[in-house]
């Protein structure tokens, strides 16, 4: 396989990414088509769906290594399950599946919304979602059956002198990506205070805990 468009997205590292598509609202992307794929005529008729399945490969990730289960981080990362009992990016193909909101439909390239992928991943193939046969309500998911969030965007506070110079759509993304638990699993529990860091849309952000289950945004520059 050969990708047909390049997703460039506010993510610049694996750290940060949601852990699946349509939980952060904030986080739009934009699929650009290669030369090849960027008539107007390979979306002709793509207006009439409002969301899209997008077909990935995982380009930040090293080469399986023939493991045949993985630690899910919703399990705490110590129980393991079999890799195809899981969506983890280690996997003997290194592809990835993300259901996100068609934005709008541009020359040669397609915004869309709810993404979790990292700035620079390949896009093999798009397809339009289908919700009268996708969508299954009865459907069962055990351990994985709800949202990942662990606090509220009122519980993310952000330093006055942060709140200054980030723009405010830069803003709105980090309040909602630090509603998730962002570092390892087995961090959660320290009783020494930590500090972490991610870049966001080119602003490298720096957070700590102020209680269990706040946190408060206290630095930021411009990455360049």
């Known amino acids: 396989m050969t990708p047909l468009a390049t997703l460039r997205t506010p993510f610049a590292e694996k750290f940060g990414v949601p852990r699946q598509s349509g939980i952060i609202a904030a986080a739009a992307g934009r699929v650009e088509f290669l030369p090849e794929f960027a008539s107007p005529d390979f979306v002709r008729g793509l207006e009439a769906f409002s969301h899209v399945w997008l077909i990935t490969g995982f380009h930040k990730n090293p080469p399986w290594d023939g ?4 630690r899910p981080p919703r399990l705490g990362g110590n ?3 079999g890799v195809f009992a899981s969506r983890a990016p280690q996997r003997p193909n290194g592809l990835g599946l993300s259901l996100v909101e068609l934005l709008a439909i541009e020359p040669g390239a397609l915004r869309v919304g709810g993404i979790d992928c990292v700035d620079g991943t390949p896009v093999y193939d798009i397809k339009p ?3 009268w046969c996708e969508a299954k309500p009865e459907a069962r998911a055990d351990w994985a059956g709800s949202a990942p ?10 330093a006055n002198e942060v709140a200054a110079i980030l723009p405010p759509e830069v803003l709105k993304l980090a309040q909602q990506v630090l509603t998730l638990d962002l570092q390892p699993a087995y961090q959660k529990d ?4 930590r500090t972490y860091g991610v870049t966001l849309a080119g602003w490298n952000l720096r957070w700590r805990f102020t209680e269990p289950d706040q946190v408060e945004i206290f630095e930021t520059t411009r990455v360049e």
Do not use: I, W
């Open 67 to 70: 493991a045949s289960t993985v």
């Open 79 to 81: 129980e393991r399950v």
């Open 129 to 131: 979602y289908l919700p």
């Open 149 to 158: 969030t662990v606090r509220s965007v009122d519980d993310v506070l952000v």
């Open 190 to 193: 320290k009783a020494t205070p």
